[in-house]
């Protein structure tokens, strides 16, 4: 067996590899247009951060997983063909803001039609709306050589800063065809591939329609939990109460589970706001405005969150964050990961400038460059704006530091030291809620956490 997949992003790279890694006598070839990406690919500095990932690549790259620009070779020697391409939400046109911008997805599939030379088993990796399938169906029946192809869905579930644990230990695999003897075929060849190292019973095979809907709703769902808790954490604020204690007494609730219930400055990556934006597009397609409502406030919850984080900021500095210096550690959405799409820390970092506070920014896996880019716009430069090369230089006279990434390293840190370095009165402000509020306290700082 023969697999290729076209992207070699976040979803594509660490999945083939794994499966290159279960499966050692399945050719996996990663294809990608950008150069730049495959050649990191083929180096010692990956592209992406993923703790486990390198020892991944590096035992079974050059042996039964290759990286390459050629897509179209990839796609003429395989007998399946991954499709993990970006699909943004939509910046122009109708839908903008909201609906997903499908025409990678797109591309891929005319390249696809236009490559093959025999039947091929295609397999939607990219998270896209339901229906997607549709699209390229009619563009791979419109090859004019009559050629055999089988669209499958297998959305990835993968979180970033866990991604191979999750990819090695998954709590599901779900995969979704079309009900007929040649879908139900289809399904069952990869099947067969994840059942090298993921058990049957966590191997879910659906319609088509459930599969792609599916990946949507999920993220959906985790991030209504997120919203839902910051909800809560100004109620806390207000009243007196600890967010964390008020999660844990309902987490401990069997109906609701302890996971994502932790209050932070807003939840960030590539897929829970672009999912629930794309979820909302398709319920006012499908005239269902109330739904639609429901799910869109989930994103302002989200937002409202991270213009609270930085308004407490501007408050407790006596209304005025203007020419003082803001130290913040973390850009990272998330820790173990150098991957900053749809970050908090970006509308933080942004709202704090707009205020003409000097902010210095240090995270330990995202570049200067990417975070200049982030914040500034790509070919802007603002003497507002710093990036540290660790937190003691980040805090070096800063009147106020912000948490807003949760690496661990932040924990760790001599604060007795940052203390010293910092101007009086220190503040503290832990949008992630990881240090222990009352031994800063003690040693002098002015601390806020969310929710606290």
């Not at 067996?1 to 050692?24: E, Q, S």
């Not at 997983?65 to 499709?83: P, Q, R, Y």
């Not at 589970?257 to 209050?263: C, E, M, N, V, Y």
């Not at 101007?423 to 992630?432: L, W």
Request: aromatic share 8%; glycine share 8%; with cysteine.
């Amino acid at each position: 067996m023969k697999i290729c997949c076209i992207g070699a992003g976040y979803v594509g790279g660490p999945t083939m590899a794994m499966i290159a890694l279960k499966a050692p006598d399945i050719e996996v070839r990663v294809v990608d247009m950008n150069a730049a990406r495959i050649a990191a690919w083929c180096s010692d500095t990956l592209p992406i951060y993923e703790p486990g990932l390198d020892e991944v690549v590096k035992k079974t790259r050059g042996k039964n997983l290759h990286f390459s620009t050629d897509v179209k070779g990839g796609i003429e020697a395989a007998d399946i063909v991954f499709v993990a391409v970006n699909t943004p939400t939509k910046s122009y046109g109708v839908g903008a803001g909201r609906a997903a911008d499908l025409r990678f997805i797109e591309s891929v599939a005319r390249t696809i039609a236009e490559c093959a030379r025999g039947p091929k088993i295609i397999v939607e990796k990219s998270t896209i709306p339901v229906k997607t399938a549709e699209t390229i169906k009619d563009i791979l029946a419109a090859n004019g050589r009559g050629i055999a192809f089988q669209v499958l869905s297998n959305p990835e579930f993968l979180a970033e800063g866990t991604a191979v644990a999750d990819l090695i230990n998954p709590d599901r695999v779900l995969i979704g065809g079309e009900r007929t003897p040649e879908g139900e075929a289809a399904m069952a060849k990869l099947v067969e591939v994840y059942a090298r190292w993921v058990p049957l019973d966590r191997i879910i095979t659906t319609n088509l329609w459930s599969s792609e809907l599916s990946k949507l709703v999920a993220n959906a769902f985790l991030a209504q939990r997120i919203s839902s808790i910051n909800s809560i954490s100004a109620l806390c604020e207000a009243t007196g109460a600890d967010v964390d204690e008020v999660a844990n007494a309902i987490g401990r609730d069997s109906r609701i589970g302890p996971k994502f219930l932790k209050a932070s400055v807003g939840f960030g990556g590539s897929c829970f706001q672009k999912d629930i934006l794309n979820l909302v597009y398709l319920c006012d397609h499908f005239g269902i405005p109330e739904v639609a409502a429901y799910w869109e406030a989930v994103v302002k919850m989200n937002d409202w969150q991270k213009r609270r984080f930085t308004a407490k900021i501007v408050r407790a500095l006596y209304n005025s964050v203007a020419d003082k210096k803001i130290a913040v550690l973390g850009f990272a959405f998330k820790k173990d990961t150098n991957d900053t799409r749809e970050s908090p820390a970006i509308s933080v970092c942004r709202d704090l400038i707009a205020e003409q506070a000097r902010v210095s920014i240090y995270d330990p896996k995202v570049p200067a460059e990417e975070i200049r880019r982030d914040v500034l716009g790509k070919d802007a430069a603002s003497p507002l704006l710093s990036v540290a090369a660790d937190a003691y230089e980040a805090a070096t006279g800063a009147h106020a530091l912000a948490i807003t990434t949760e690496w661990d390293e932040f924990k760790a840190l001599d604060f007795e030291r940052i203390f010293g370095l910092m101007s009086k009165p220190a503040f503290i402000f832990d949008g992630r809620n990881i240090l222990d509020l009352k031994k800063l306290r003690a040693i002098g700082f002015r601390v806020s956490g969310t929710g606290k």
